[in-house]
Structures are given as C-alpha cells and as structure tokens.
C-alpha cells in the first residue's frame, strides 16, 4: 500500500491511460475516439513532466532564488515538442472528420463501415 | 566541407525546400514539380555521398550546434542509415511518376509535393537520429505527412482511410514516446548510444520490460507486423498511386528500423522474449499475409497483403538472431522497398489508365499497356525472390539463418511464402498477359506517358538485377549485423 501512494502519481497516469483508451476502442463517434486519444497523450504528457520532479526541489527559473535542489527542465522542454505534435495531429484528424461529414453525413465509425460494406 | 558536415542536409534539404514549396509555386504552379523533383535527387546524391565518406568506418558523428553527445543531440550516419539513399530515391521516381498525375492531386499540387518532402525529410531525419527524442520527432513528422498523403486521393472513401490509419498510428506513436520516457527516467539519458550503456546498470529490470514491451508493440504497429496489420490494407489501397507506393516501401520500414534501434538499445534486456516474439509473429505473418494476398480481388490490396508478408521475413530474421538472418533482414528492408515501389507504381499506372481496381478486371491489358504490365509481371517474379532478384538475397541470408539456428519448420515457412508470392505473381501474370479483355475501358487503354513509365521500369530493373550485388551489400551491413546479435547475447546470465 504504501509504494502505491509514494507512486500515486503513476497509478494516477495508468488510470488515465487506460481511460482513453478505453474511449478510444469502445466509442463509435470519430470525435468521441480523437478524445480519447488526446486523453492519452495527455497522461504520457504528465508521465514524462513527473519524471522531472526533485523531492522538495524549486522551479527550474533562472530569475529567481535558484535553491540547491530543483526540477529537471528536460522533460518539460520534450512535453512542449510532444504537445506541438499532438496539435498537429488532432487538427488533421478533425479536419479528417470534417471531410468524412461533408462526403457520408455521418461520423459514426460503424455506421461508415456498414455504407463501405452495402 | 567535408563529410560529416553534409549530415543534416540529408533530412533538412527536404524539409526546408517543402516549408517554401508552396509559397515558391503560389505563382508558376508547374514549378513546384521541377522543385521537389530536384530537392529530392539532390537529397539521394548527398545520402550517397555520406554513404561513400562511411567507408570502412561504423559511423559518421555530427554533433548539431557544436554540443557533445551525450548531453547534446547528436546525429548518427552509420550503415543502417544508408537506406537514406533507399528513401531519397524512391521518393524522388514516386515524384517523376506523379507528374502526369498532377490533376488527380488536388486543386493545389504544390502542398502535394511539399507533403511528400517532409516525408522524406521524417524518413531521413529518422534513419539518422542519434537520440531518443528526435527519433520520436522525425516519425511523427513522417506520421502525419503520411496520414495527410492517404488522404490526398481523390475518392470519397480517402479521408475515412486517412482517419482509420491515423488512430492506430497515433496510438502507436504514443506507445513509443511512453517508452521514451520510462527509459528518460530510468537513466537520465536520449542519447541512444549512452542509454544502451546505463540501461543495464540501472538495475530495475520491471520498469525496463514495460519500456521494452511499450517501445516494441508501438514500432510493431508501424511495421504492420502481423497481427497489428489490420490497419495497413485500408491504407495502402485508399492512397493515390505514388503515396501508396511510398507508404508501402518506405514508411513501413520505420517501423522495422525502429524496431532495430530497440534491439541494438535494449540489447539483452529485450534479447530473449523480444526475439521469440518477433521470430513467431514474423513466421505467422509470411504465411498469413501470403495466404490473404492470395484471395484478395483487388490489385492494390493484393500488394499491401505481401506487404504484410515481407515484414514477416524481416522480423523472422531478426527474431532468429543469427549474424546471416539479422543482414538478410538488414538488406531486405532496403531491397523489398525498391521491388515494392516499382510494383506499386506499376500497378498504379494500369489503374490510372483504366480506371479499375480488381484483377479480373484488368484482364487482357498487358497487350494495351506492355511497358506496364511487363514491369508489373517482372516485379512480382522479383517480389518472390526469384535469382538473381533483389528479395532473394535477403530470404535466403534469413533461410540460411534458420537453419544455422537448427529451425527446419521455418525454412518451410520461408519457402513456402516465396511459393504462395510465386502464386499470386503467377495471377496477376496470368490475367494481365493471357486472358482476354472483358472490359471495354481495357480495350480502350493506352501506354503510359514515358514520365510514367520510366520509373517502373527502372525500380523493376533494379529489383530483378539488384540481387547480383548481394554479397556486397551482406558485407556492407554485417558489422551490424554483428553488433545486433552482439547486444543480444551480451554477458549471457548475468547483468
């Protein structure tokens, strides 16, 4: 019990990742689906910043009073790149879904797949 | 300048040449063509001459902005990285090849050529990353162009197969980049070289299996190894011509070459399990992939299927470990690229012309459009690994590797994926030469401009000869080869 609290940052991430996951195979809805990707992107995200973490350690800012211990400034510097990524690819998809819903007039996965079948 | 200079041309020249490439052709639209034609070849000759600069040494080393590895980021030209010329190559017939196809691109064929530059600016940028990060940076680069280029076709059906290629393929990105992480965390290090090193010290054997697990399954996904296939087919099939030739030779290989990375990374935290897994799944791909490309109707699905069934021969070998099978996957990768863009632009060229997807359709054409059809027939004997064709070479090494590993099932397996491919070639042969048209859009057809054509039949040329430089190539990619199974077997035992 008492690992899962001192990692509960990482439960918290599993359960995050599961639950996009989880949105991401069970729903139908294309957009419900690109949620749920971005959920999970979201919990690698906050995996890779919590990685950073220094116990008691400051912000990594040069400004201020820069104590003895502070947080990693990578993995803050690589979530900023995985988030520029991650726009990119969520504005292609939804620009995909508007495509798919001017072209079938619908975007429900199973729905499309019936047409594509008939 | 010297060599190593030349390295971050290999991946910038694209990518820069595509960020201008619109704004160049706003005004002479029939600029753009001439432009990427010409960043391309330039690319392939500056790939061709880093590959000379190599020469007997393992690895060209460019530290960017004057940084030393392991703290800064470093780019690595070592002999997997020739495959750059692979990539710069194909892209740049792809791109001869799509000239006549300008109209069917879209009212602005410049964003199209700009998309197939970043292509090879994420391909090329991928082959020759030294660290982590970057490695995820250049294939999601080539992700999203490669999403983008499905989608580029015409049909109505393009978009949904660029939605159901990008879920997968993002999931599998952010399998990669959770490895990533988990490796950052373990050992503080991106640099490849450097976290091979710390890996093993780091001494926490369940958070480097989960990294292992993670990194595998998502480059797994990329290379559509079976039974993660399932979105590849869709794809390769929806895609205008040129992309589907690019995606099916090239861009499933990064896949295969991360993969690669992973064994040289993990060395023997990965060895054993990673190794099974990739020798039964790439077994059960050949014959999968051969038996569903045997009973596909439509001719494009029928390639993408043998797609499936080569990545098969590829894992197999690098599942078998031995120093034969790891360079026949090595030359495999390249070689199966070039046969399968000369047969996918082949095919893509009978189905321009005529307007029809199914091979029974086809029927007949191959006295309509003879360069065509012969490089389409030629190319598929290739594709089987007939001597002296390129796929030979590298299902032989992987067959010689089964049996140096005392494996008898899998030879079987591995002839009897060269005979299933001999199969189905023998169809698509049978239809096109010695049946008679049944459709009057075939009887209609005619040959190809030359601009079409002259890339087929130099991709097919080179696929049907190029197994005569095997032994070159075996000795070219055998110190990896070596370092492969060298990291695998490392201090058996004990870490």
């Given at each position: 019990m008492e690992t899962v609290l001192a990692h509960l940052d990482y439960v918290a991430v599993a359960v995050v990742f599961c639950t996009g996951l989880y949105i991401l195979l069970a729903r139908q809805n294309l957009l419900k689906k690109l949620i749920g990707l971005n959920i999970m992107e979201t919990a690698v995200f906050a995996f890779i910043v919590t990685t950073g973490m220094v116990d008691d350690g400051d912000p990594p800012?040069?400004?201020?009073?820069?104590?003895?211990a502070f947080a990693s400034p990578l993995p803050h510097a690589l979530v900023l790149t995985g988030i520029v990524v991650a726009v990119s690819m969520t504005s292609l998809a939804l620009a995909l879904i508007v495509r798919i819903h001017c072209e079938h007039g619908t975007i429900e996965l199973d729905e499309l797949l019936d047409r594509d079948g008939s | 300048m010297n060599g190593p200079d030349l390295l971050p041309l290999v991946f910038m020249l694209p990518l820069v040449v595509a960020a201008l490439l619109p704004a160049l052709a706003l005004k002479r639209p029939e600029l753009s063509w001439a432009l990427a034609l010409t960043a391309a070849l330039v690319t392939a000759g500056v790939a061709a001459v880093l590959t000379a600069t190599l020469g007997e040494s393992l690895a060209l080393r460019y530290p960017v902005g004057g940084w030393a590895a392991p703290l800064g980021i470093e780019l690595v030209f070592d002999r997997l990285s020739a495959i750059t010329i692979v990539f710069s190559g194909v892209t740049a017939l792809a791109l001869v090849f799509s000239r006549t196809l300008a109209g069917g691109?879209?009212?602005?064929p410049a964003l199209f050529h700009a998309l197939v530059l970043v292509n090879l600016g994420g391909l090329n940028g991928f082959a020759v990353a030294g660290d982590l990060f970057n490695l995820f940076v250049f294939m999601e680069l080539l992700s999203v162009s490669a999403y983008a280029l499905v989608a580029a076709g015409r049909g109505s059906g393009s978009a949904l197969a660029a939605l159901k290629y990008l879920l997968p393929g993002a999931v599998s990105s952010l399998l990669v980049l959770f490895s990533i992480g988990v490796v950052f965390a373990l050992t503080g290090s991106l640099n490849m070289a450097d976290v091979a090193e710390r890996l093993g010290p780091a001494g926490a054997p369940a958070a480097t299996a989960l990294a292992v697990a993670l990194f595998a399954s998502g480059f797994m996904i990329k290379a559509a190894l079976f039974p993660l296939h399932f979105w590849l087919p869709d794809a390769h099939s929806a895609a205008p011509g040129p992309v589907s030739a690019l995606l099916s030779a090239l861009v499933v290989k990064v896949g295969v070459i991360g993969l690669i990375r992973g064994q040289l990374l993990f060395g023997e935290a990965a060895a054993p399990a990673l190794s099974q897994v990739l020798m039964l799944l790439g077994a059960v791909a050949i014959v999968a992939g051969a038996v569903a490309a045997t009973v596909q109707s439509e001719l494009k699905r029928l390639l993408a299927y043998s797609t499936v069934s080569n990545v098969g021969y590829i894992a197999l070998g690098l599942g078998l470990a031995t120093t034969a099978s790891v360079a026949g996957s090595l030359v495999h990768v390249g070689y199966h690229g070039v046969t399968k863009a000369g047969v996918f632009l082949a095919a893509a060229a009978l189905i321009e012309r005529t307007g029809l997807h199914d091979i029974e359709d086809l029927r007949g054409l191959g006295h309509r459009m003879p360069w065509s059809a012969a490089a389409i027939s030629a190319g598929m004997v290739a594709l089987a690994g007939?001597?002296?064709?390129?796929a030979f070479v590298g299902k032989w090494q992987i067959a010689l590797g089964a049996l140096e590993a005392q494996q008898p099932v899998l030879i079987a397996v591995i002839l009897g994926g060269a005979l299933l491919a001999l199969g189905y070639g023998i169809r698509v042969i049978n239809a096109l030469f010695f049946r008679s048209p049944t459709h009057a859009r075939v009887v209609a057809a005619r040959e190809a401009p030359p601009s079409t054509v002259l890339p087929l039949v130099v991709l097919v040329g080179l696929a049907l000869s190029a197994g005569l430089t095997g032994a070159l190539m075996i000795d070219f990619v055998g110190p990896v080869a070596t370092a492969i199974v060298g990291a695998i077997a490392e201090t058996p035992g004990g870490r």
């Open positions: 800012l040069l400004a201020g009073d820069l104590g003895p | 691109l879209g009212p602005r007939v001597p002296p064709s390129a």
